[in-house]
């Protein structure tokens, strides 16, 4: 508890605060003093508005290709024009060097393109139904689609900063509900494997077994391609991302189940069942909670792992496929040596992985440090 | 260094610069040539060796490689002009550039076993007859000459009188006795028969004449079979390339060796426990095994090089066959190259890394169009020189449409509408997907084989419906009755189900990228408000949907397609393995009307009426006859060409600078083995 | 206790057949057989299969056979030990796969010992010296190990490694080994070229693992014993390395069993870009062609280590923790 004495508020008044507060208010206070953490949900939230209004933070559309401007390289932003803060780019001519095969741009110092923020752009519909046409960047004076390029742009010249905001959308919500399924279905599994023991528990031990034995990609392999065909790409991996949680609570089961299983010779435990309480409210409202914060750390540690394997199955040609636009699909181009050599900025969506990875990381472990009251 | 650079950065930009200025013309929207096509600095002239058919001024005298004259001189083999054939029986070749010099290992890269047809192809002269340099002229290989009857019916080929397998046994017409009567007619072995030995559905029979002549009589005139026994097929493909992988083709088979594996000569009993001892479920099976030259090695052989390490291990290494048939013109046994040595690439990413590090002598296999930046920045580094050999082939990404497609009525309909599928074939701006997808290295239109192919109607027909014309696509759509759009654009049924949805199959990882190229097509045809739907599936799966005529289109090759009677499938419905524009239609072709399904195109029964009236016909009726089938293939549409006649698959070349006698240009067909064609035997170290 | 494991080894035998049904049938789920496979696989490199060996081949292999004749025959080979014929390979699938076994528990090993060796002193040092900037920086760099894509660490590092340093690129031996029978410098050629590999391949399982170690260690750290050990006037190195640390690394002894298919499968993704000859991308190479024996063998056998590794784990677990023991069953 020596942490507690150290809060904002010292003295009696944080004692009796501390001696009232919720469990939650608990855990807030707790997870507030680790840095990291909170930097990392800032992150997060940064990501999930990202991806909630994708539209306004792109400036084109992702989908539109030209092949003369394949392969631009990031553009700089000049920030001063005559002494006043008025961010400009310059216009891009680009041809192909037929001795080197490469693309090559000159800069066309003689037109300016003012940049404004906040400025208007294509139309779209915020939230799916209010019209707007603001985007984060637009330009003055050109189509952004022409002049526009501050990430670059890939083989087909489609812009990749706007891709990278639509790709942010897709890869941070398609795992979410996987990682739901497999919460609820790990919880409940799990707890009656703990809580009942004996037959019960040995059956569905053997159930995690066989399934923690089959390697994933075979399945995945055999899955993706018994699914109906003329569903879509999103609509395919959604089903796969599915049926994988259906395999995936394992992990969680077996924790919660240690969990139950120590839990069971607890005072409190024993004081339910001799109030007569039924089986399920003592374990979901009385076992549960105590762990709920692990569980919840588990969870949040989860969700980086099916970023990863997202990223891991594009490489493979498993996962989401073009023309579905997500951080692996991103990568899958930029899986190879003209990318590294040639144009190294289609590996930045790795970076948005990272970032995103190591943010969850850090909430996930702030979260499990401040709910663990062993800590 | 420096200046160099900024010389060339110099260049560069006045190109640029020049480029810039013409760039808004080019950019717009029907093809007008750009000024010098690219690439065309890394093409040079189609050159090769010649082959010496005249006896009179073969060599008398021969010489060996060092390291067999070593064995020589141990004793362990027979001299040079005991083990080669008689003096005018030889094949002579005269090298490209200048004569040899023995030794060195050839490295190359393969991926593994499903990999053979990389040795394959180094190794084809085993064929019984061949393709030139040019890939047009038919000339002997192991066969020393051919003739055909006055009335078409029977090929004879003369064999080399002293010739002998890599294990010195003599080969005779025995060999192709033995295959014909043991192996193809064995139907435990072989229980179909090969097509290419039959004519209109009657089987053809091999009759030895002598001990070096071989007869192949037919019941109706056949005067095609001699380009079957020059092609790469499973009659004339040789012994090695259609032996064991490709289940006991070839023609001829080293029976010497092959008799202890076959029950006929032993007993039923002992065949088959002879092969469950080694592991093998069946003698068929062992036989199989044994009958892979990649695979065995030791099973005698007629092809330059022999296998020393397996190709189902991390090595698959080659050395010379101290037996092989053919001399350069000063006398010297061929090959030069003592030993090729293929290393295994997990993946074509790292054969490729290693090529760039010049890890490789001659490569052109697995070497992707899309690093060519990265090639030539490293050219200087790895000693290497780049060279690109465009293919024949019309377009290497072809839309294949399933002509035989049920799926949806609507959509089945639609398919079979020529002017539907013009209004497609209009709707694809080429231009841009050279652009970004070939480096503008390609060529873009329809899927007519190139201008200067022996069957090529001419130039137009590859513009023909290979342009870009948006004002007549939406004409034709509006015309097909598909004028109705939504919202968004995109035209609307007319069963009333909404919104005109259709779908594209591709596969990914492939040489050639398909769903890139899908992807641009679907940003494109929104312009004549089709809506596309780009759908990428596991190649095997992609397969299989064709087999079962699932597929609306497939995104596939259409290579080999400029040799349209040895090489119909892509761009016919014809066969029944593989068929990606019809697998029904297909199946009723290749079974003459016994199973699959009646095409209701006139147009279509009329090109399989002159496509199998071909085999029979005189070679100047088949020329005739494949340019006014290729017109009727490119009118009517029934795959829609994108870009071809590009380097895209084999034609990126790695040429390491200490080699010699290699070709500025090679031809990149499917018929011509390529890189045989180039004859490298002739290759060298400097 | 030999109750159980009796009982246990007779649950496992159980499991490891029913693994056996549920991995044939996954090989085919995916529409179409080896020659569907092998037709497109030729079809791909500008070759030709035509129908009449298409249709040999099929009947040839069985493939024209009902799934239930190729399973019935497929575990009668097996109860023979036979694994059958792997089809591309032309050999068979024990040999295909024991060539490949030995380099792959190599490089697993390899990774193991990178991963715990760095992993376990930071974890320990995190422990120690909690919140302080050492601290903040060893998490930080362990797990951007654990958020970079591993295939996309293996091509820049393979890539980097070949340009800047003149490294082989991928693959484990250097060309002039490969074929060479194994001798004292084979083995340091190897030894040589294990670090990429073992590094690509640990770095994230590192994060993962100082994470663990550190937490459970902060955990022992704070009980009382470990206070009384410093009153008792014990050097700091004894107080910490004597017992916590001991008590700490219990958890870990008990996911030793979870390694063990780990270990013989090694990472399919990053041995496919570094090109290691390891039994990953066979798998996966012997899925794209429906390679059925091969593919069915190799997963049974991930799926029969993986049963020997929980047995395993469950009775270092019941060994260590003698609450378990007499608890739970």
Redesign the interface.
């Known amino acids: 508890m020596a942490e507690l004495a150290a809060l904002p508020m010292a003295g009696a008044v944080a004692e009796d605060r501390i001696a009232v507060a919720t469990q939650w208010q608990l855990i807030w206070w707790r997870f507030r003093k680790h840095k990291l953490a909170v930097f990392g949900t800032i992150v997060l939230i940064a990501f999930y508005l990202v991806a909630l209004f994708a539209d306004f933070f792109a400036y084109v559309d992702p989908t539109e290709s030209e092949a003369q401007r394949s392969l631009i390289a990031p553009q700089p932003i000049h920030w001063i024009d005559e002494g006043s803060f008025k961010p400009y780019v310059y216009a891009l001519k680009g041809a192909r060097d037929p001795l080197t095969f490469k693309r090559v741009y000159v800069p066309d110092t003689s037109k300016k393109i003012p940049i404004i923020f906040f400025g208007r752009g294509e139309p779209w519909q915020v939230l799916g139904f209010i019209p707007s046409d603001r985007h984060l960047i637009a330009v003055e004076g050109a189509k952004p689609s022409e002049s526009l390029f501050l990430l670059g742009t890939d083989t087909h010249g489609r812009d990749l900063w706007s891709r990278l905001m639509y790709a942010t959308r897709t890869s941070m919500t398609i795992g979410l509900v996987s990682v739901a399924l497999s919460l609820v279905l790990g919880v409940v599994l799990g707890g009656i494997s703990g809580y009942f023991g004996g037959a019960v528990d040995t059956i569905i031990q053997r159930i995690i077994e066989i399934l923690r034995s089959i390697p994933t990609i075979p399945l995945w392999m055999g899955l993706a391609a018994a699914l109906p065909a003329d569903w879509s790409v999103v609509q395919v991996y959604f089903a796969i991302t599915i049926i994988i949680s259906l395999i995936g609570w394992t992990e969680l089961a077996r924790v919660v189940r240690g969990r139950f299983i120590s839990l069971k010779q607890e005072d409190f435990v024993m004081a339910a069942e001799l109030l007569g309480c039924s089986k399920s409210r003592i374990i979901f409202r009385h076992m549960v909670p105590s762990f709920i914060s692990h569980i919840i750390a588990a969870t949040t540690l989860a969700v980086p792992a099916i970023i990863i394997s997202e990223t891991a199955l594009s490489f493979l040609g498993l996962g989401l496929r073009p023309p579905a636009i997500s951080w692996g699909v991103l990568l899958q181009d930029a899986q190879n040596i003209q990318a590294l050599v040639i144009s190294p900025w289609l590996l930045l969506p790795s970076f948005a992985v990272i970032i995103a990875v190591l943010a969850f990381n850090f909430m996930g472990d702030g979260i499990r440090d401040a709910a663990d009251p062993y800590l | 260094m420096k200046s160099m650079r900024s010389a ?1 950065v110099q ?3 006045a ?2 610069a020049a ?2 200025m013409g ?1 808004e013309a080019a ?1 717009a929207q029907t093809a007008t040539p750009a000024p ?1 096509k ?2 065309s ?1 890394l093409i040079g002239k189609l050159e090769g060796p010649e082959i010496i058919l005249d006896a009179k001024v073969f060599p008398k005298t021969f010489k060996d490689a060092p390291i067999l004259a070593e064995q020589v001189k141990a004793g362990k083999l027979p001299a040079v002009d005991k083990r080669l054939p008689e003096p005018s029986q030889l094949f002579v070749v005269k090298p490209l550039r200048e004569i040899g010099k023995y030794g060195g290992n050839w ?1 190359r890269a393969f991926t ?4 053979h ?1 990389n040795g394959n192809r180094i190794n084809s002269l085993d064929k019984i007859l061949t393709f030139d340099y040019t890939g047009t002229k038919i000339i002997p290989s192991l066969a020393r000459d051919w003739k055909v009857s006055d009335d078409g019916k029977t090929t004879t080929i003369f064999l080399r009188k002293g010739a002998k397998w890599s294990d010195g046994t003599p080969f005779t017409a025995n060999d192709f006795m033995f295959w014909y009567q043991d192996i193809y007619l064995n139907k435990n ?7 290419e030995f039959q004519i209109n559905g009657k089987d053809g029979v091999m009759k030895k004449i002598d001990d070096y002549t071989v007869a192949f009589e037919f019941p109706e005139p056949y005067p095609f079979f001699v380009s079957q026994l020059a092609g ?1 097929t ?1 009659i004339g493909g040789g012994f090695a390339t259609r032996g ?1 992988f ?4 070839g023609a001829y088979a080293p029976a010497h060796y092959l008799k202890q594996f076959l029950p006929k000569y032993s007993s039923e009993e002992a065949a088959t426990k002879k092969a469950k001892d080694l ?4 003698w ?2 062992l036989l ?2 044994r009958y ?1 030259w990649a ?1 065995n090695n030791e099973l005698p052989v007629m092809t330059p090089w022999k296998t020393v ?1 397996a190709i ?4 698959w ?1 080659m050395e010379r066959n101290p037996y092989f048939w053919a001399v350069d013109t000063a006398g010297n046994q061929l090959p030069y190259i003592d030993r090729i ?1 293929m ?5 074509t ?2 054969a ?3 090529a ?2 010049g ?1 490789y002598d001659i490569q052109e296999r697995h070497m ?1 169009l ?5 090639f ?2 490293n050219a200087k580094k790895g000693n290497y020189t780049v060279h690109l050999d465009p293919a024949l082939n019309g377009s290497d990404a072809t839309i294949h449409i399933g002509n035989s497609y049920e799926g949806d009525p609507e959509i089945a309909k639609l398919l079979r509408n020529k002017d539907f599928r013009h209004a497609l074939a209009l709707g694809i701006d080429r ?7 070939w ?2 290295v390609g060529t873009p239109g329809s899927v007519a084989p190139a201008p200067d192919t022996i069957y090529s109607p001419g130039p137009e027909w590859n513009k023909k419906w290979g342009v870009l014309d948006l004002k007549q696509a939406n004409e034709l759509l509006d015309k097909v009755g598909l004028a109705k759009k939504d919202a968004d654009g995109y035209r609307l049924r007319t069963d009333g189900k909404g919104r005109l949805r259709l ?1 594209l199959v591709t ?5 050639v990228p398909y ?2 190229v899908g ?2 097509i ?2 494109q045809w929104k312009k004549i408000g089709i809506d596309l ?13 064709d ?1 079962g005529n ?1 597929n609306q289109m497939i995104a ?2 259409n ?2 397609s400029e040799m349209i009677y040895l ?1 119909p ?1 892509h761009a016919l419905p014809v ?4 068929s990606h524009m019809g697998m029904a239609y297909a199946k009723w072709y ?1 079974s003459r009307g016994a199973a699959g399904k009646k095409p209701e195109d006139p147009e279509m029964l009329r090109a399989f009426d002159l496509f199998r009236s071909a085999m029979g016909a005189s070679e100047e009726d088949r020329v005739k006859n494949a340019k006014e089938l290729w017109r009727i293939i490119v009118e009517q549409t029934w795959s829609i060409g994108t870009v071809g006649q590009s380097p895209a ?2 034609g990126v070349r790695i040429v390491k600078n200490n080699m010699g006698n290699v070709p500025e240009r090679q031809v990149n067909a ?1 018929h011509a083995r390529t890189p045989h064609s180039s004859m490298p035997i002739t290759f060298y170290f400097k | 206790m030999v109750a159980y494991i009796v009982r246990r080894l007779m649950l496992a035998v159980l499991t490891v057949w029913a693994i056996s049904v549920l991995s044939f049938m996954i090989i085919h789920l995916p529409p179409g057989d080896y020659v569907t496979s092998y037709i497109a696989s030729m079809s791909a490199s500008g070759s030709a299969v035509s129908e009449g060996e298409a249709a040999a081949l099929r009947e040839q292999l069985g493939l024209d056979k009902p799934i239930t004749v190729q399973y019935v025959k497929w575990m009668g080979l097996i109860l023979q030990g036979n694994f059958g014929m792997a089809m591309e390979w032309g050999r068979p699938v024990s040999d295909v796969i024991g060539d490949r076994l030995t380099l792959t528990m190599v490089i697993s090993v390899a990774a193991i010992i990178f991963t715990w060796g760095i992993a376990l002193p930071i974890g320990i040092y995190s422990a120690v010296y909690p919140y302080s900037f050492l601290d903040y920086a060893f998490t930080l760099i362990g797990f951007i190990g654990l958020a970079i894509p591993g295939f996309l660490l293996a091509l820049v590092v393979m890539y980097v490694g070949f340009a800047y340093f003149g490294a082989n690129v991928g693959g484990l031996f250097s060309p002039d080994f490969i074929e060479a029978p194994w001798s004292l410098e084979k083995v340091w050629d190897l030894t040589k070229h294990l670090p990429i590999p073992a590094i690509v391949l640990g770095v994230a399982g590192t994060a993962q693992l100082i994470r663990i170690m550190r937490s459970n260690l902060l955990d022992e750290l704070r009980k009382p014993y470990v206070m009384t050990a410093r009153a008792r006037g014990l050097s700091e190195y004894r107080v910490i390395m004597r017992y916590p640390v001991r008590v700490a690394l219990n958890p870990f002894v008990s996911t030793i069993g979870y390694l063990l298919p780990y270990v013989v499968s090694g990472s399919i993704i990053v041995s496919l870009v570094l090109s290691l000859p390891t039994v990953g991308p066979l798998l996966l190479k012997a899925l794209i062609a429906q390679d059925m024996f091969l593919a069915g063998t190799i997963i049974l056998l991930l799926g029969v280590m993986t049963v020997i590794g929980t047995l395993l784990s469950d009775l270092l677990l019941m060994w260590v923790d003698p609450r378990i023991r007499f608890g739970a069953e």
Do not use: C, H, Y
């Open positions: 060339r260049v560069g930009l190109l640029i480029l810039a760039s950019v010098a690219i690439g600095s490295r593994g076993p499903a990999d047809e072995i072989n229980p179909t028969p090969f097509f790469s499973a064991g490709q289940n006991f083709g592991g093998f479920d069946s068929v099976s199989k095994n892979s695979l390490s189902n291990t991390p090595t290494s040595t290393t295994l690439a997990e993946n990413e790292v490729n890394l290693r760039i590090a890890e992707g899309a690093k060519l930046p990265v030539l920045e231009d841009q997907l050279n652009e970004a997808f480096l503008g779908e596969v990914g990882g492939q040489f769903t890139p992807e641009m679907k940003q739907d780009v759908k990428e599936l596991e190649r095997n799966l992609a397969f299989t949907r087999n699932e596939w090759a290579d080999g090489f499938r066969d029944a393995a593989e290749a698959v084999m499917q």
